[in-house]
C-alpha cells in the first residue's frame, strides 16, 4: 500500500500557483519524498525529490514540513500542459529493497 | 525523451494467447521495473529486476512472468491471456535498485487490448 494521503483532484487558474498536498504521516527519517506526474495515458514523468530540506529546481519546488510528516508540491505558474495526475511517494521498503508504489495521486485540473 | 524504450506500442490480441512486451532501459540503469495501469486504475507495481536477477515482486500475476537479459533490455510475458489483462504496460528503470534515493525514468507504455 502508499505510504501517503493526497487529495484526489484539485483546480487552478492558468497563470497562478498550483499547491499541492501530501500526508506521509509515517515516514521514517531516512525516506526521501517523490513526485512524479503523469500526463493523460503517457509515462510517468518524475518531478522532484527531497528528504528535510525545501528543493527546487526548473519544474516545481517542494516544501516539506519540519516533522516531515507532510509535503507541498508548487507549480509556480501553472499552464494547461500542467493538467495531469501527481503521485506523491515514499518509497516502501521490503525484502528486496526499496519499492516505488502509486497511490490514486491528485488529478490537477489546470483552468483556462 | 526519458531513454527507456518499449515495444510494441500497441498490442490487440485474443483471449487465451501469449504476448511478449520489450523494455530496453536507458544507457548505464542496470534495474528494471514494470507496471501494469488498467482503465481508470492506478499504476500497479509487478516485478523489478537489477543486473539480471529479480530484485522484488509486486502483484504480478502467475501467468505472467519477466526476465531481464545480460544486455539488460527485459522482456514481461504474459499468457494465457484474460479481457481483464487489457491494460497499459510501464517499464522504468533506474541506476540502482535498493536504495531510499533515485528516480524512475519511465517509458511511453505499451497498450495491450485483448479481445
Known amino acids: 500500500d502508499a505510504k501517503t494521503t493526497q487529495p484526489p483532484s484539485m483546480d487552478c487558474a492558468e497563470g497562478r500557483a498550483a499547491n499541492l498536498p501530501c500526508n506521509h504521516s509515517?515516514?521514517?527519517?531516512?525516506?526521501?519524498v517523490y513526485w512524479y506526474r503523469q500526463i493523460h495515458s503517457q509515462g510517468p514523468q518524475y518531478i522532484i525529490h527531497g528528504l528535510k530540506n525545501n528543493e527546487t529546481n526548473e519544474m516545481a519546488s517542494l516544501i516539506i514540513t519540519e516533522d516531515r510528516k507532510s509535503s507541498t508540491l508548487i507549480l509556480p505558474h501553472a499552464t494547461l500542459r500542467d493538467t495531469a495526475v501527481y503521485y506523491c511517494i515514499v518509497r516502501v521498503e521490503d525484502t528486496g529493497g526499496f519499492k516505488t508504489i502509486f497511490g490514486a495521486g491528485t488529478r490537477l485540473f489546470v483552468k483556462a | 525523451d526519458s531513454g527507456v524504450t518499449q515495444t510494441p506500442k500497441h498490442l490487440i490480441t485474443a483471449t487465451g494467447q501469449r504476448v511478449t512486451l520489450r523494455c530496453s532501459p536507458r544507457s548505464g540503469d542496470l534495474s528494471v521495473y514494470w507496471y501494469q495501469q488498467s482503465l481508470d486504475q492506478g499504476l500497479q507495481f509487478l516485478i523489478q529486476?537489477?543486473?539480471?536477477?529479480?530484485?522484488a515482486k509486486g502483484n504480478i500475476l502467475e501467468r505472467f512472468s519477466a526476465q531481464q537479459f545480460p544486455d539488460l533490455h527485459s522482456e514481461l510475458n504474459l499468457s494465457s491471456l484474460e479481457l481483464g489483462d487489457s491494460a497499459l504496460y510501464f517499464c522504468?528503470?533506474?541506476?540502482?535498485?535498493?536504495?531510499?534515493?533515485?528516480?524512475?525514468?519511465f517509458g511511453e507504455g505499451s497498450r495491450l487490448t485483448v479481445l
Open positions: 522504468a528503470s533506474s541506476v540502482v535498485p535498493d536504495t531510499n534515493t533515485g528516480e524512475l525514468f
Open positions: 509515517t515516514i521514517s527519517g531516512n525516506e526521501y
Open positions: 529486476y537489477y543486473n539480471g536477477e529479480e530484485r
